[in-house]
């Protein structure tokens, strides 16, 4: 007799008084099939749970032979058993022996049987075994047997987990693993896991009463639509461009009537309605967990969210951890998370960042090295391989984190930290002593900077003042579009914390990589070569003049330095500078306070500048060359790209070339070069610059130490002198390029 609507759910209310009893695991999963079979009205109720990666052991069995059970193994993929593991879906067979997969084994007596369902045993979308029910006659098992099943499957899959004595091999392992992503920030850190957005634990899987599930049920999916489209409403991202795709894709999967029939499913068979959207997540990811395809990759992350919205809802839980307190050396793991997100945690404890998503110019990324936090991004699938509380270890140098590292690991990452702390002490007693080399020629060593801690770090680090500040970053981590008044009011701050130390505002650079939320973007197939930084202030002055205006009202008598990025033509340059004059006038017409002296520059980041040289320099005051566009441009290479951000030689002779003539040339008009690129920023790189007569360098914080080091080991006449025939290395990739130069400059590396 097939199980009526009323079956599952006293199946269920008696699974549980199994699952309550005190008796050992064998005893409860012996009871469990043997419930099974007699609800079910089956003659065979079989687990298999995995015993290893790719093998499935026979645990516990009602029908077939008794002495098969812990002796009956198949592989993953074997039999329809390993079928239904490997498709991790459900098998439905009425005539089993005809399916190309069936295997026989004499063991188990089931040569009698002819049906067969089989479904999928599923932690946190992983496989971690087979539930199995045989008939001796030609049955087909209806959509709603299956369901119960797959239910039970999931309680099952519960009682395993809670006893702590079966996990799945891929989900959270207990065993060390080694997972590899991109470095984003560099840096170590040792901690352990905290979830950005706890998961929630389903605490009570089996319904009381079932009508109230159901309310419970759409009185969540309601609230879910409800806060989906209030999300879309709000003005913040009301004007967004993919930021709106993103946001509309999910509207429709928060209506998608497909997904809520499975969990009404789910909740009929006698499940809570937490434990039903629970119980379908896991199918979802079990059957969309490593698509190649990235659309399907997608869909699945838009599911994960949304059942993970949805779960918060039943249980009332809408905080992420930020809400509370870190505990020591926490290490943050998330899908992915926005700038001011970041900013909520207390730093204190904060030491890594693990994101699923993300690349080097993401919002959060930025933030992250503002703050000095390790973070590695684009770890497939973290946060559903960790769980809170787990030891971690991330090495953001090599975007690579260790979960549960042996012994060895962690001693070998403990004496690395140590190391580094050793080496920022050594900075630290520099942070006073002049960028002065052996043969007391003076550097001036500044830093970049955007962000107000930033400015903090640069008083840190001893460095001599901000060298270059992006003051889109500002413009990025908003809600909104900074009006007049809070960017003249942040100028203002910013100038009274940098005090007596000079700084250079470089006007928004936004576009390409830098997208503002509230902007609508256009499609570009070149977006880093496309509409962006001074083309768009040009094309739509009104926010650079806006933007001028409130660095000169900011700058009330003090001295001032402002910059323009992406200055490809003369023209450009005359023409961004006409809107700084003609703002300069206004203000000295009405009568308030001018800074007390200006100094206007450009960045030299576009090749095509540097042929026109001669042309642009009388018109300013300084050039600040900034090399990551730079050498993007000059090898067509995208800086952000990981296979080919490092591919070239940064040292062979063309781009050694191409510096030499820059700091020659401005050498000739008697205007100030300064580096702001990364290369600036690391020693070796930042000596063939000194080496080839700069002797300005705008480095990230961090590397004010390790670059004073070598300015004041170093003889820059000797230096300059060698420099002046490089030998011509011309290497396919940047690390052979480093190895040559640091022979060439014997240094030991
Ligand atoms: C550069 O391109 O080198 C630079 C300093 O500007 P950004 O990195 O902000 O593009
Ligand atoms: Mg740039």
């Not at 499957?153 to 693993?177: C, I, K, T, Y």
């Not at 997972?179 to 850190?189: F, H, N, R």
């Not at 209030?230 to 993919?242: N, P, Q």
């Not at 497939?380 to 042996?406: E, K, M, R, W």
Request: glycine letters at 6%.
């Amino acid at each position: 007799m097939p199980l009526t609507m009323e079956g599952p759910r006293v199946l269920l209310r008696r699974l549980r008084q199994v699952m309550a009893d005190r008796a050992d695991r064998q005893t409860r999963l012996d009871k469990i099939v043997e419930l099974i079979a007699t609800s079910m009205n089956t003659a065979v109720c079989s687990v298999y749970l995995k015993s290893n990666e790719d093998t499935l052991e026979l645990c516990a069995t009602e029908g077939l032979n008794p002495s098969s059970v812990h002796k009956t193994t198949l592989k993953i993929g074997q039999g329809l058993v390993g079928d239904v593991a490997l498709h991790a879906r459900p098998l439905n067979l009425a005539e089993a022996k005809s399916h190309p997969r069936f295997v026989y084994l004499p063991e188990t007596g089931e040569e009698a049987f002819q049906s067969f369902v089989g479904v999928p045993i599923l932690s946190g979308g992983t496989v971690i075994g087979v539930l199995v029910v045989q008939n001796t006659s030609h049955r087909s098992f209806v959509d709603e047997e299956i369901e119960a099943l797959q239910t039970v499957a999931m309680v099952l899959s519960e009682m395993l987990a809670a006893e702590g004595q079966f996990r799945a091999v891929d989900e959270n392992p207990q065993g060390p693993a080694r997972l590899v992503g991109y470095p984003l920030t560099e840096g170590l850190a040792i901690g352990q896991v905290v979830m950005h957005e706890p998961r929630v634990a389903v605490e009570s899987l089996i319904a009381e009463d079932m009508d109230v599930e159901f309310s419970r049920l759409e009185a969540g999916i309601y609230e879910l639509r409800r806060a989906v489209d209030e999300m879309l409403r709000t003005e913040d991202v009301s004007h967004a461009g993919d930021h709106l795709d993103v946001l509309e894709t999910y509207r429709m999967f928060a209506n998608d009537e497909g997904w809520f029939s499975r969990m009404r499913e789910a909740v009929r068979t006698g499940l809570t309605a937490e434990a039903a959207v629970e119980r379908v997540q896991n199918d979802i990811r079990a059957r969309l967990t490593g698509q190649r395809d990235v659309y399907l990759q997608e869909r699945l992350h838009d599911f994960e969210d949304l059942s993970n919205r949805l779960l918060r809802v039943l249980v009332g839980k809408t905080l992420t951890a930020s809400a509370e307190k870190l505990p020591k050396n926490a290490i943050l793991v998330a899908r992915n998370m926005g700038p001011a997100e970041l900013l909520d945690y207390e730093r204190q404890n904060l030491r890594g960042l693990v994101i699923e998503e993300g690349t080097a110019s993401a919002h959060v990324s930025i933030v992250a090295r503002a703050l000095g936090i390790p973070t590695i991004g684009r770890i497939v699938n973290i946060v559903n391989l960790v769980t809170d509380g787990q030891s971690i270890v991330v090495d953001a140098d090599l975007g690579v984190c260790f979960l549960n590292p042996s012994s060895e690991v962690l001693d070998s990452y403990n004496e690395r930290i140590k190391l580094m702390a050793r080496r920022q002490k050594q900075y630290a007693r520099l942070r006073k002593q002049p960028a002065v080399t052996r043969d007391h020629k003076k550097i001036n060593l500044a830093v970049n900077a955007g962000l107000m801690v930033d400015v903090s770090n640069m008083k840190d680090s001893g460095a001599e003042g901000i060298g270059l500040f992006r003051t889109e970053l500002q413009f990025m981590i908003s809600a909104k579009l900074p009006k007049a008044k809070e960017q003249t009011a942040f100028y203002s701050r910013v100038m009274d914390m940098v005090g007596d130390q000079p700084i250079i505002f470089r006007t928004v650079d936004i576009g390409g990589d830098k997208m503002l939320p509230y902007m609508r973007q256009m499609q570009e197939e070149n977006p880093a070569m496309g509409w962006r930084a001074i083309r768009i202030a040009l094309d739509r002055p009104g926010l650079l003049r806006i933007q001028i205006r409130a660095l000169l009202n900011a700058a009330q008598g003090r001295d001032l330095q402002i910059m323009f990025p992406m200055i490809a033509v003369v023209d450009e340059f005359l023409a961004a500078r006409d809107i700084l004059d003609k703002e300069l006038a206004r203000l000295n017409k009405s009568g308030q306070t001018a800074p007390k002296s200006l100094k206007v520059g450009a960045m030299l980041e576009v090749p095509s500048l540097i042929w026109q040289l001669d042309d642009l320099l009388p018109h300013l005051d300084f050039v600040s060359v900034g090399t990551n566009d730079l050498f993007q441009f000059f090898f067509a290479s995208d800086r952000g790209n990981p296979r080919v951000g490092e591919r070239y030689d940064l040292f062979s002779s063309a781009p050694l070339a191409m510096m030499k003539h820059i700091a020659d040339t401005c050498k000739r008009h008697h205007k100030p070069a300064t580096i702001c690129g990364e290369y600036g920023g690391r020693p070796l790189e930042a000596m063939a610059l000194l080496g080839l007569g700069f002797s300005k360098l705008s480095v990230p914080p961090t590397s004010v130490g390790p670059v004073k080091r070598m300015i004041r080991s170093l003889n820059l006449e000797k230096l300059q002198g060698l420099m002046k025939n490089p030998p011509p290395h011309i290497t396919l990739n940047s690390r052979k390029g480093f190895e040559n130069l640091a022979e060439f400059l014997r240094v030991k590396l």
